[in-house]
């Protein structure tokens, strides 16, 4: 039967993801002002309804309480909405006029949204709204322990949104929840992008479909209060914040950490709070009931009351407790306290000073938390921008309760029900994820300059010395073509009838063929010659470069058309540099020579 069950919860799937994407081809066309219209109308639904939601939560799963879930609901459907009201998401973004470039939202298609069991009624409103802000459709998949008040809280989003105008089928919500129908939705074909929020498995599935993903990691926040703190202040809202719906928001208080000098203080303020101090026979029997062997949460003590925990744990405390707070000498596995909870049960640590402070709530972050949440309180500014540069996590908030500010309660974050831990937590953004991260952005881009001026000129020319191919090795010569050259240069010299002639060509070819033979290029045996020196080089009429702008004309220079080794040496020895032209034959020994010596410098014609 378990079998037949699981083929009709995929088959769902497949006929749901295929009515959301239906839909969708009508919703993608419709303009910002008609969404707007429609996210209004289902936040009002959600305000209007958001205590019997709450009440079905309770009764379904038995997690939290009545008015905190009441609270969570109205954090999505009020406060969200006014926070993304005015929010460009579709069409025209803006026109960036001294950059020449134009912005379109553009909708990504029909979102898979997972929600949890902890949050499953707030989470469903939250994700509606995100997914229709943003022009997207969406089919929820409920967790099976919280089925029948996501599934109300989505036909209660949908019958909103539909009287506003949206198309019938953009939001559609699992009636069979199960892992294999989760998985299923999370690999269909039309789902552009998934929207987890659950246990790491849940979210480590979600990035292994191959699909675009956004998740978030598990939430173990380390509290510091510094010397300078208010303490009545701090402990009041740590206490608030740890309670706050029986600690099942991921980013609720986990570990108090401070110094030995403000033990009392602190402890004194937490009886006023009515939190439970535990001995240590009941913090060892705490950790033995909520953390399990293999280190995950026991199921039975997820968002529990302090009187449901201390029962299951083998104490009573009084009714009116607010949380149990157990004192814990390390981070790890061998301390299960240092562990996220999930139940308003809070570890507490007393150090040295700052800096072990500062070590305790590093450490808890690393052992569970990465990227997530962590708190200070303190009113030492330069204190609290050293832990903020020091801690793992990309949310770090002041002299506040962790839950309500980090998801935009008592913060300026943007509200929000999926906290990113970023890459060090396994996630894809660091963010509060809003409408934005689930669209688009498509950029109308005019041309402003031409490719040349993209870079300086002396990166260009860098560019091309570096891609430039090395010269290739000399070519073999013959030494008739060698002579043949020289006569030539010697005739329009004037120098065709000189009886040193002879001499003077085999001089030249000889030294010629000689530096060919020492870059290694193949050339023919040497021949041997006379002593005759070579003849005198004629040098080209001076030519006069134009003068600069206000100064002087350049001095004339002497160009030549031949350059051998002795030719470059004799330079050298002199201090003059040899000036050639395009047409200028340089031997490669001469080349050589004068590259060490900085000699020969290019003249135009």
């Excluded at 959301?20 to 910002?32: E, G, H, L, P, S």
């Excluded at 500062?358 to 949440?373: N, P």
């Excluded at 839950?403 to 913060?411: F, L």
Aim: aromatic share 4%; net charge positive.
């Amino acid at each position: 039967m378990l079998h037949d069950q699981d083929l009709i919860s995929i088959q769902e799937v497949r006929a749901k993801v295929e009515q959301a994407y239906a839909a969708w081809q009508k919703y993608r066309t419709y303009t910002q002002e008609q969404v707007d219209a429609i996210v209004e109308a289902m936040g009002a639904a959600g305000r209007a309804n958001a205590q019997p939601l709450a009440e079905m939560a309770v009764e379904e799963t038995s997690y939290g309480n009545v008015r905190d879930k009441m609270a969570k609901n109205l954090l999505c459907s009020d406060l969200l909405v006014r926070s993304i009201r005015g929010m460009k998401t579709l069409g025209l973004l803006r026109e960036i006029a001294d950059k020449k470039i134009v912005e379109y939202g553009v909708p990504l298609g029909v979102v898979a949204a997972i929600v949890p069991t902890t949050n499953p009624t707030s989470t469903a409103i939250y994700k509606a709204i995100v997914a229709l802000k943003s022009g997207n459709g969406v089919v929820i998949s409920p967790h099976p322990h919280a089925r029948k008040c996501t599934a109300a809280t989505a036909k209660l989003m949908l019958e909103a949104a539909v009287a506003a105008g949206a198309p019938d089928g953009i939001l559609q919500c699992l009636d069979t929840p199960t892992v294999e129908s989760t998985q299923a939705l999370m690999r269909h074909d039309k789902i552009a992008v998934i929207l987890a929020t659950g246990g790491s498995g849940m979210v480590k599935a979600a990035y292994s479909s191959g699909k675009p993903a956004f998740g978030v990691g598990p939430g173990n926040v380390p509290v510091l209060v510094e010397k300078t703190a208010d303490v009545a202040d701090a402990v009041r809202k740590i206490v608030a914040g740890k309670s706050f719906d029986y600690g099942t928001v991921c980013s609720s208080e986990q570990s108090l950490v401070t110094c030995h000098a403000m033990k009392d203080a602190v402890l004194g303020e937490l009886k006023k709070n009515q939190a439970f101090l535990c001995t240590e026979e009941q913090a060892a029997a705490l950790g033995k009931l909520l953390v399990t062997s293999g280190g995950t949460i026991n199921p039975r003590c997820v968002g529990q009351s302090p009187t449901r925990i201390a029962q299951l744990a083998g104490f009573t405390v009084p009714p009116d407790t607010s949380i149990i707070a157990a004192e814990i000498k390390g981070v790890g596995k061998m301390h299960p306290l240092s562990y996220e909870k999930l139940s308003p049960v809070l570890a507490l640590y007393f150090g040295e000073g700052w800096e072990t402070s500062l070590d305790t709530c590093e450490a808890i972050l690393r052992f569970g938390g990465m990227g997530h949440t962590a708190v200070i309180f303190s009113q030492d500014e330069a204190r609290i921008r050293e832990f903020a540069q020091r801690m793992p996590a990309f949310r770090v908030l002041v002299n506040t309760s962790a839950p309500q500010g980090s998801v935009g309660i008592t913060t300026n974050l943007q509200p929000s029900m999926t906290l990113g831990c970023g890459a060090v937590g396994g996630n894809s953004t660091s963010d509060n994820v809003s409408p934005l991260h689930l669209i688009n952005i498509k950029r109308l881009a005019w041309a402003v300059r031409l490719p040349e001026e993209a870079m300086p000129p002396a990166e260009i020319k860098t560019a091309v010395r570096v891609a430039a191919p090395a010269p290739a090795a000399p070519a073999a010569i013959d030494r008739q073509t060698v002579a043949a050259a020289v006569e030539k240069y010697l005739a329009q010299k004037g120098l065709g009838s000189s009886g040193a002639k002879p001499a003077v060509v085999a001089e030249v070819v000889d030294r010629f063929l000689a530096a060919r033979r020492a870059s290694g290029a193949s050339v023919p045996a040497p021949v041997c010659s006379s002593c005759a020196a070579p003849a005198p080089r004629e040098p080209q009429p001076p030519e006069t470069k134009p003068a600069p702008p206000g100064g002087p004309p350049a001095p004339p220079v002497a160009i030549v058309d031949f350059v051998c080794e002795n030719d470059v040496r004799d330079a050298v020895r002199a201090g003059r540099k040899i000036f050639i032209g395009p047409k200028t034959i340089v031997t490669p020994a001469a080349r050589e020579a004068a590259a060490a010596n900085d000699i020969l410098v290019m003249a135009q014609r």
